[in-house]
């Protein structure tokens, strides 16, 4: 083996623009891999990246998190893996924020949280290499460019969901039909759950019932809360619009025991009581990306069930107009960068 030459697109400053640089990528070392990058998608963390939002950021800094494509090469102590095999790699580390193996929350103490674009260079390139304990193996019926949002927002609505106390039957809201949420209909629908989102005017019914929603609260006219009393309250709200004060307009729509779930991240205070919680035994919490054994199997009841991002590529060259379209709200609902190889 011997390290090879790849493009990628770089941001040589805080809140810089994309350039196009060519690097040398190194052979992988003991425990690691090199891949290929397929495709990457493109996330709204790449954003805080770039900003220098998360400690341990050295630029110049190549970003994504959200990576398919196929192992090229091993390194020593690698097994179960083997040059050819399709593989995803995303935000990992830990199912809740926290690594699994040390239980620091903190990238810059812990060995085992490394997450693309900061402990190692990102998926904005040709190839990348990355610990093989971040790889999940790819399911046949996903095409790269459908499997790499998976490894991020698909993971990080479908883990949340799996782990909740709802059962098939129950009735779950998805709060937000965006990026994430268009993927927490999908999923809520196919795990059996009597589908609510919840969106701002009524444009977005006509998506949420194509997504799988059974019921659309319009919450600029209606009182999100009062409408899923309604419905019997819900088992779970799967927060995923980054938007306080709509999060906390449906905490007294939860049921008996039910739980508001966030993912959609945002510095916005919630406004809740000790009372509004204490009556029905309702909990808030909140979540991020799964590990990569979450990825493998967000991937594969996906593959199963038909479950798809709403994706636009674009190719490696063009990371700066796919970003752009990220940040002001135009992708719908997916950018994705290809590669060609």
């Known amino acids: ?27 992988p070392g003991p425990g690691q891999v090199r891949v290929t990058v397929e495709a990457c998608g493109v ?19 190549t970003v994504g998190h959200e990576i398919a494509g196929r192992i090229e090469s091993t390194g020593p102590y690698v097994e179960g893996w083997q040059a050819g095999d399709r593989v995803a790699i995303g935000w990992y580390g830990g199912s809740d924020g926290t690594c699994d193996a040390c239980r620091d929350a903190d990238p810059t103490n812990c060995p085992h949280l ?19 304990m971040a790889l999940a193996r790819i399911p046949d019926e996903l095409p790269a460019p459908v499997a790499g949002p998976m490894a991020c927002a698909g ?21 937000g039909v965006g990026g994430l949420g268009h993927l ?13 989102a919840i969106e701002r005017g009524p ?53 008996r025991r039910g739980e508001l779930i966030i993912i959609g991240a945002t510095p916005d205070a919630l406004d809740v009581s000790a009372f509004q919680l204490i009556t029905g035994t309702k909990s808030i919490s909140g979540t991020a990306a799964g590990s990569a054994l ?14 798809r991002p709403w994706i636009e590529e674009m190719p490696l060259e063009r990371a700066g107009e796919a970003f752009g379209k990220m940040t002001s709200g135009q992708a719908r609902f997916r950018m994705v960068l290809t590669t060609g190889n």
Do not use: W
């Open 294 to 307: 979450d990825v493998e199997r967000t991937m594969r009841f996906a593959a199963e069930t038909g479950v």
């Open 184 to 196: 927490g209909v999908q999923f809520a629908a196919h795990m059996g759950f009597v589908t609510v």
């Open 114 to 132: 490394e997450v693309p674009g900061i402990a190692y260079q990102g998926g904005y390139a040709d190839a990348v290499v990355v610990p093989a």
């Open 203 to 255: 444009d977005g019914e006509k998506l949420a019932r194509e997504l799988g929603a059974e019921h659309y609260i319009d919450s600029a006219v209606t009182d999100p809360s009062e409408a899923l009393q309604d419905l019997g309250g819900a088992k779970v709200v799967l927060a995923t619009a980054p938007n306080g004060a709509a999060m906390s307009a449906t905490i007294n729509g939860l049921g």
């Open 155 to 175: 993971v990080t609505v479908f883990d949340p969901l799996r782990r909740s106390g709802a059962r098939p039957g129950d009735t779950v809201a998805v709060l």
């Open 43 to 61: 996330c709204y963390s790449d954003e805080v990246m770039i900003a220098n939002g998360f400690p341990g950021i050295s630029f110049p800094i």
């Open 1 to 27: 083996m011997s390290a090879i030459s790849a493009r990628t697109m770089q941001v040589p400053e805080q809140n810089g623009s994309f350039e196009e640089v060519r690097v040398d990528i190194p052979d």
